[in-house]
């Protein structure tokens, strides 16, 4: 089976950075996906790491290390919009897609 | 370029009957992805349709069952609803590309289930 553990709550000032971990123990492993989403809205897609190292879009970076079992999604230059939910999510190492999430950080940036 | 489209947006139920969710993939998706997000909680994985089966399927009981269409769109249905299936319940789409792919799901918006 797949678990993965990531902070309920984090609150950062606009303007900051702020770092989400997220720790996962699976059975076979493809990946880290990252999602956003916002109160009453879909998740939307924000990164993906199926290799060590950071990736990079915009303000947003993701950081995976296999041996570890751990990785992480960095905001940048926060702005009140990005007060959101990021779920960390693992691909199943089965031949398709499933995805397991993580319960998900509540994100609130304050003026 | 339509999203992936979900209908009914809100539902209201009473305990034992029976419910339809449809789901209408982004154009040139071939693979559906449904999922239960309680509130406060991530997504739960229900199942995954591909050509027109059901491939994979999360720890859920078969209360939940569902099918694809030649057109890729998709249905849940969930028999004898109990209290404790009251969700939001989400489509995902995505294509069925090799495991390295980015394996990016797109979500609709959901569909809102109230078990009375």
């Known amino acids: 089976g797949q678990s993965l553990e990531q902070p309920s709550e984090v609150t950062a000032v606009e303007g900051a950075i702020v770092q989400i971990n997220c720790t996962y123990q699976?059975?076979?492993?493809?990946?880290l996906s990252w999602y956003q989403q916002h109160d009453g809205g879909a998740p939307t897609f924000l990164s993906y790491?199926?290799?060590?190292g950071l990736e990079e879009t915009g303000r947003f970076s993701s950081f995976l290390s296999r041996s570890d079992s751990y990785g992480y999604l960095l905001l940048q230059e926060l702005q009140m919009k990005d007060s959101a939910s990021y779920f960390c999510?693992?691909?199943?190492?089965?031949?398709?897609?499933?995805?397991?999430f993580g319960i998900g950080t509540k994100l609130q940036v304050i003026p | 370029d339509a999203g992936v489209t979900q209908s009914p947006t809100h539902l209201i139920k009473t305990r034992g009957q029976q419910v339809t969710l449809r789901c209408s993939p982004k154009?040139?998706?071939?693979?559906v992805s449904w999922y239960q997000q309680a509130l406060g909680q991530g997504p739960q994985f229900i199942f995954q349709?591909?050509?027109?089966?059901?491939?994979q399927r999360g720890n859920f009981p078969d209360r939940f069952s569902g099918h694809q269409f030649p057109n890729y769109s998709s249905e849940l249905n969930v028999n004898a609803l109990l209290l404790g299936d009251s969700a939001l319940y989400l489509c995902?789409?995505?294509?069925?590309?090799?495991?390295?792919?980015?394996?990016?799901?797109?979500f609709g918006a959901g569909t809102r289930l109230s078990v009375l």
């Open positions: 995902a789409s995505s294509l069925q590309l090799g495991q390295a792919a980015k394996n990016i799901q797109y």
């Open positions: 699976t059975s076979g492993f493809y990946g």
């Open positions: 790491n199926a290799l060590d």
């Open positions: 999510a693992v691909r199943d190492s089965g031949g398709y897609q499933k995805v397991t």
């Open positions: 154009s040139g998706h071939d693979t």
């Open positions: 349709y591909y050509e027109e089966e059901e491939r």
